[in-house]
């Protein structure tokens, strides 16, 4: 059974940093793609980043430059380190990955921008 569980949500201010934690069980991150999509309320659900099997690394367009994804294959664990925080940047953040067309979801950590 695939978990994942994400940590290191909050609130921070305009131009705040924070990381995002996803711990993954019953799936190996390293062999699948592993990545964080966000979801902002009345709004559709959006990538954020995501790395592959071969470390290829995908990022939205809002967030380049700004967030950057990792992966630590021996704790099989993904971080996203959100740096430059903006208002438009509060959403729920869901960590994902996909193993070959199954894709599976962590629970979402809420993240607040707000001054």
């Known amino acids: 059974q695939v978990q994942l569980v994400e940590s290191g949500g909050g609130l921070v201010q305009p131009g705040g940093s924070l990381r995002l934690s996803c711990a993954g069980s019953?799936?190996?991150?390293?062999?699948?793609?592993v990545g964080w999509y966000r979801q902002a309320p009345g709004k559709e659900r959006e990538l954020v980043a995501r790395?592959?099997?071969?470390?290829?690394?995908n990022y939205g367009d809002s967030v380049k430059g700004r967030f950057t994804i990792s992966r630590d294959n021996a704790q099989n664990t993904a971080y996203l380190q959100m740096n430059s925080l903006k208002l438009e940047d509060t959403a729920v953040y869901y960590c994902?990955?996909?193993?070959?067309?199954?894709?599976?979801w962590g629970q979402g950590t809420q993240v607040t921008v707000s001054s």
């Open positions: 019953g799936i190996i991150f390293s062999l699948n793609t």
């Open positions: 790395i592959f099997r071969g470390a290829n690394i």
């Open positions: 994902y990955a996909q193993r070959t067309v199954t894709s599976y």
